[in-house]
């Protein structure tokens, strides 16, 4: 399996997403807040004339949100007609997943396990790899 | 053109157009089974078509090849170069007929035999095939050497019309919707920038292209009503018959355009709205005869469309609806009470069969009565943005009026701001809209709900920053908030309570992402001229949420009859002007209240302006007092073309204007005194008011003056100079110009026609009295000489 995958940081651990759903890398000026969203939704952005939801990563996987993370770069995905900017700590280049991903005993903790979809060995070292649908739908205590 | 010969047409050169490939590749090889099929299934739908039409010349052609061609797929011919050829020049020739078909022009029969003849094996010995071929383009008069040409000038004039995949059209439409972005990005710097003349014409032209563009674009994404009037006589039909009556259809307003999506959207509340009509309104043919009425029924639908909006009417001359069965039954019903039953107008009662759960059938038959009520047919048209209403006379008949928006998309919205963002409301809810600071306005607390009492109703109350919890309560300075009046479709009204009201603007209406769907607050979103997004609240939902749907319905219900009974009355707006005394101004003259700072306003002498939002207003009401305060609160008035704004210290409320206005001839600018609460308020005549501000205005077509043709002076110095003194400069095509300059010195050639001439010396000291020119460079006699041209010209 020689997926391409986006490698990018997110809450502070590797996390990569899946390339062909990369629309593309963008930087995130203006976030017009959503008052009364949950809060992985940090608000609406717009690239060209289309509004973006913006996803933060690290809230939407159960953590505390990364205070104003330095680089405000997010992955423009498209799920169910819908666009969205999974705002994430950092994005770095496109890499191969050298391998399936996996299951590891124990899982990855709760946050992760709902929202990926194992592990995958790259250059950089084992990577989790992103589940986007899951990912927007939000954190798992929220859902449960 | 008929459409099925649109589609003939379109299907046939979309065919010729896919196998012109395999007509050029079975050429090369005549053995080809495959590429045979392909064709012969060609000829084989041209002529099967043909039968459909009157074509005789075509299916004689398409016949002749199908037969040659079925012979040599049974094998009983092998293909040879000169058959290839002869179907060739068939095919080429249909080819020709579509188009001639398609102008409506007749086709010339000349050499259609010798095609045919062409086909016969036995020609094969000649190597004729080609040049029979040629032989009829050539016999054709007057339509030039080659193929291509007589194509070409075949189809001017005639409506060309391509397929196109709905998503490639979104795609342009958003590309449109992209550039409009930039383009109001770019005129904001452009206005930051100041004015720099080399750049802003090409941009106002830019400016004007992109409008018509976006109009083009929108136009694509027109249907007309035909489409769906087109389905309504066989549904009509069938219902008749099923229900034994006789009904006649007559339709109106066909070429009316809507959005596709729209005319899908209103196609099941039209077809319910028919049923309805057929199955109560419309009588049986013995009672209609009895009715002295026409044994035939007749349902009428007109289109119409005004701005924005299209009228879509549906009228059969039935027996009505019977009203007092309806208020009975809303009153066995429950829903209403016998006294507030008792209490509506008219008007109110025929409007009971939008209640849910109401049917006037008592009978329930296969058609109607069965429960889905007229209630889901309003539902469904305001879902949409629309809004329906009904008029109906015992034994005359009824008629329901949909209004529509002409695009799903495009939605009229209020736009306001709370806690430093803006919010969209859908304008079809908003009521009025009032100061939180008005002295009409009292809040109230009842438990833990906040109630404002406004015009003797008590309406609760939300202010937004709460709905969006951006803000408890308690901070709230309810005082300096602006009330929105919100009137839901179930008749609830409630104030929302915001920061600031923006503007009226269309807005174009995009879906958000489920998650924020789910907080039940936003029904979608919009982006700003800046490109920043914009949400757009869910008013229903909201409502709904704080349970505000169903516990005023009694405490409003009486009052709000009042109101629509007392529509008739001219509808005013009362303020009191800087000298502090009331005074009212007919409604329908203001558009707007604006609140600008006092820099803003602009007093040299008698001249008194107002810049709002980057364009210069007249402004009236300075007589009775000084602007004091540093913010001035202006009623911005308008006639139609032109706009005024009006200072005012306070604006009180609106109100009904049910006495007479007694004439005043003590101010020309009071039309009249009117009684108001029992106090005489003087009533600003908008007639005399727009006559004495207006002359001035941007908007009024400016004069024109024509300059001398052939100086350099003139189009450098002067040009500027009589542009800034509010002329046009008149160009060469201008029959008569209202102004004139001439040298002096130059001999007096007539440049055009003007209704005055101004004279210009170069001398500083006149040669003669002075009295007929003047000197160039005395600008204040040259800008008095204009002045008063135009005095003379608008008095």
Redesign the interface.
């Known amino acids: 399996m020689n997926d391409l995958l986006l490698m990018c940081m997110v809450a502070g651990r590797r996390a990569a997403i899946p390339a062909i759903r990369v629309q593309s890398v963008i930087e995130i000026e203006?976030i017009?807040?959503?008052?009364?969203?949950?809060a992985f939704?940090r608000g609406?952005?717009?690239l060209?004339?289309?509004?973006l939801?913006v996803i933060d990563c690290s809230v939407a996987l159960g953590f505390e949100t990364a205070q104003a993370p330095p680089d405000q770069r997010a992955a423009v995905v498209e799920i169910?007609?819908?666009l969205?900017a999974l705002l994430v700590d950092a994005a770095y280049d496109v890499g191969e997943a050298l391998s399936d991903p996996i299951e590891v005993p124990g899982g990855f903790g709760a946050g992760w396990q709902a929202a990926t979809r194992g592990m995958v060995e790259t250059d950089g070292g084992p990577t989790l790899l992103i589940d986007v649908e899951a990912l927007?739908?939000?954190p798992v205590s929220q859902a449960a | 053109m008929d459409d099925l010969l649109a589609d003939f047409v379109a299907e046939t050169r979309e065919m010729l157009e896919a196998s012109s490939g395999e007509i050029v590749a079975w050429e090369a090889d005549p053995s080809d089974t495959a590429r045979l099929d392909t064709i012969f299934r060609f000829v084989h739908t041209v002529k099967g078509n043909c039968g459909f039409f009157d074509f005789p010349q075509l299916e004689k052609l398409s016949h002749a090849a199908e037969d040659a061609l079925s012979e040599c797929r049974s094998g009983r011919r092998e293909p040879d170069r000169a058959l290839v050829s002869a179907v060739l020049a068939i095919i080429d020739r249909i080819g020709v007929m579509t188009d001639s078909i398609e102008a409506g022009e007749e086709c010339s029969a000349d050499g259609d035999d010798d095609l045919i003849a062409a086909l016969q094996p036995g020609e094969i010995t000649s190597v004729v095939g080609e040049p029979k071929a040629a032989a009829p383009q050539q016999a054709e008069p007057a339509d030039g050497e080659d193929d291509a040409a007589p194509k070409a000038a075949r189809s001017n004039g005639v409506q060309r019309s391509i397929r196109l995949p709905t998503e490639l059209l979104d795609e342009v439409m958003?590309g449109v919707?992209?550039m409009?972005?930039a383009r109001n990005d770019l005129a904001r710097r452009l206005r930051e920038a100041g004015e720099q003349p080399t750049i802003d014409g090409p941009f106002d032209r830019l400016s004007a292209i992109l409008a018509d563009v976006r109009n083009a674009i929108t136009r694509m994404r027109m249907q007309r009503l035909e489409h769906l009037f087109g389905s309504l006589p066989r549904l009509v039909r069938d219902l008749s018959n099923e229900l034994g009556k006789q009904v006649m259809v007559d339709f109106e307003g066909g070429e009316v355009e809507l959005d596709r999506e729209m005319v899908e959207m209103v196609r099941d509340p039209l077809t319910h709205i028919i049923r309805n009509a057929i199955d109560h309104g419309l009588e049986g043919p013995g009672e209609r005869i009895k009715a002295d009425k026409r044994e035939i029924g007749l349902l009428k639908f007109a289109a119409r469309q005004s701005g924005n909006r299209i009228t879509l009417t549906i009228s059969d001359d039935g027996r009505g609806i019977n009203i007092e069965r309806l208020a009975a039954k809303a009153v066995a019903a429950g829903i209403y009470s016998q006294a507030e039953v008792d209490a509506m107008s008219q008007r109110r009662k025929h409007y009971l069969i939008f209640e849910p759960g109401l049917s006037t059938a008592d009978e329930v038959s296969s058609v109607s009565g069965r429960g889905v009520g007229m209630d889901v047919v309003r539902a469904n048209i305001e879902r949409v943005g629309g809004s329906i209403d009904v008029a109906s006379k015992p034994g005359e008949g009824t008629s329901f009026y949909l209004k529509l928006p002409l695009t799903l998309s495009i939605i009229a919205a209020l736009t306001v701001g709370s806690?430093g963002?803006r919010y969209a409301i859908p304008r079809s809810y908003v009521e009025e809209i009032v100061f939180g600071s008005s002295d009409h306005i009292d809040f109230a607390e009842a438990g833990d709900r906040r109630l404002i009492t406004f015009r003797g109703k008590r309406v609760p109350c939300l202010s937004l920053t709460e709905?969006?919890?951006?803000q408890a309560d308690d901070a709230m300075d309810w005082e300096a908030s602006t009330l929105v009046l919100v009137r839901l479709a179930s008749d609830d009204i409630f104030a929302l309570a915001v920061d600031r009201v923006y503007d009226h603007e269309d807005v174009v209406v995009?879906?958000?992402?489920?998650?924020?769907m789910?907080?039940g607050?936003?029904a979608g979103?919009t982006?700003l001229d800046d490109?920043?997004?914009?949400?757009l609240l869910d008013l229903p939902s909201i409502a709904q949420k704080h349970e505000l749907v169903n516990e005023m319905r009694s405490a409003t219900r009486v009052p709000e009859e009042e109101t629509a009974e007392q529509r008739k009355a001219q509808p005013i707006m009362l303020f009191t002007g800087l000298d502090g005394r009331r005074r009212a101004v007919r409604l329908e003259l203001v558009r707007r209240i604006d609140t600008i700072a006092r820099e803003a306003i602009d007093i040299e002498g008698s001249r008194v302006q107002a810049v709002i939002d980057g364009a210069i207003y007249p402004l009236a009401g300075l007589e009775h007092g000084e602007l004091t305060a540093d913010r001035c609160r202006l009623l911005r008035l308008s006639d139609g073309d032109s706009e005024i704004v009006y200072a005012v210290r306070e604006v009180l409320d609106a109100a009904e204007l049910e006495g007479e206005v007694i004439p005043s001839d003590a101010d020309a600018m009071i039309e009249g005194v009117a009684l108001i609460d029992e106090r005489p308020v003087p009533v600003i005549d908008g007639h005399a008011l727009f006559a004495r501000h207006s002359g001035g205005q941007r908007k009024a077509p400016p004069l024109s003056c024509r300059l001398p043709a052939d100086s350099d002076w003139a189009r450098t110095i002067l040009e500027p100079l009589v542009e800034a003194a509010g002329y046009r400069i008149a160009g060469d095509g201008d029959e008569e110009s209202d102004v004139a300059i001439e040298l002096a010195e130059a001999p007096a050639v007539a440049a055009g026609p003007a209704r005055r001439v101004i004279r210009l010396r170069h001398e500083p000291d006149a040669p003669g009295d002075g009295a007929d020119s003047i000197y160039r460079y005395d600008r204040e006699a040259l800008l008095n000489a204009l002045k008063q041209a135009r005095m003379g010209e608008t008095a």
């Open positions: 203006d017009t807040p959503i008052p009364g969203a949950p939704i609406l952005t717009a060209r004339s289309q509004a939801t169910d007609g819908h969205y927007v739908s939000g | 958003k919707s992209d409009v972005l806690d963002q709905i969006l919890g951006t995009k879906p958000i992402a489920p998650a924020i789910d907080t607050l936003y979103t982006l490109g920043r997004p914009m949400m």
